[in-house]
T-cell receptor, first 110, second 116 residues
Framework: AQRVTQPEKLLSVFKGAPVELKCNYS??????LFWYVQYSRQRLQLLLR??SRESIKGFTADLNKGETSFHLKKPFAQEEDSAMYYC????????????FGKGITLSVRP | EPEVTQTPSHQVTQMGQEVILRCVPI?????FYWYRQILGQKVEFLVS????????KSEIFDDQFSVERPDGSNFTLKIRSTKLEDSAMYFC??????????????FGAGSRLTVL
């Protein structure tokens, strides 16, 4: 069974502070991990995926298979980063679907 | 940039009424999904659809739910007899294909359903 755990519901930081949003997963196959973001009153949108290994809006996430984690990090938070962040696990194959974590609200204060 | 379009954005209905939520996926996408998010809870998978049939459904997707792709562009979710607990935001999503690198879902803005 696929499972995604985001242990915290809310993270509040000041502008310029580092951010780490935690995500752990459980999956018997080869996982694909994603971070989706939902800004206020907007749709869910892909932030980044582990196979791209890229930095988007200053965010990075490294897949650690030993710890089954895919934590999202940013060294210096900006106010516009305030949003809901969802970690998601994609199963492989034709019937692939995403399993989401509960999400975490990131609040960046000026 | 192509988008997944959902209508209505908000629907209020009486318990026991039928509701149809509509989605227009991205035109060259082949896999379609419905997810829902009850207020304050996580985004939950309902159903996936490919080649005009359901690929997988969750235990939430009981006999009250059905999906259809009636005309090659729309992808609909029907709730036959709504219950109070069906109140949620319903998200449609689509994916291009199953090849590596294409396993990215594009989501619509959602349809908020309120059952009174």
């Amino acid at each position: 069974a696929q499972r995604v755990t985001q242990p915290e519901k809310l993270l509040s930081v000041f502008k310029g502070a580092p951010v780490e949003l935690k995500c752990n997963y459980s999956y018997s196959g080869s996982p694909e991990l994603f971070w989706y973001v939902q800004y206020s009153r907007q749709r869910l949108q892909l932030l980044l995926r582990h196979i791209s290994r890229e930095s988007i809006k200053g965010f990075t996430a490294d897949l650690n298979k030993g710890e089954t984690s895919f934590h999202l990090k940013k060294p210096f938070a900006q106010e516009e980063d305030s949003a809901m962040y969802y970690c998601a696990l994609g199963s492989t194959g034709a019937n692939s679907k995403l399993t989401f974590g509960k999400g975490i609200t990131l609040s960046v204060r000026p | 940039e192509p988008e997944v379009t959902q209508t209505p954005s908000h629907q209020v209905t009486q318990m026991g009424q039928e509701v149809i939520l509509r989605c227009v996926p991205i035109s060259n996408h082949l896999y379609f999904y419905w997810y829902r998010q009850i207020l304050g809870q996580k985004v939950e998978f309902l159903v996936s659809f490919y080649n005009n049939e359901i690929s997988e459904k969750s235990e939430i997707f009981d006999d009250q739910f059905s999906v259809e792709r009636p005309d090659g562009s729309n992808f609909t979710l029907k709730i036959r007899s709504t219950k109070l607990e069906d109140s949620a935001m319903y998200f449609c999503a689509s994916r291009r294909d199953s090849s590596p690198g294409a396993n990215v879902l594009t989501f619509g803005a959602g349809s908020r359903l309120t059952v009174l």
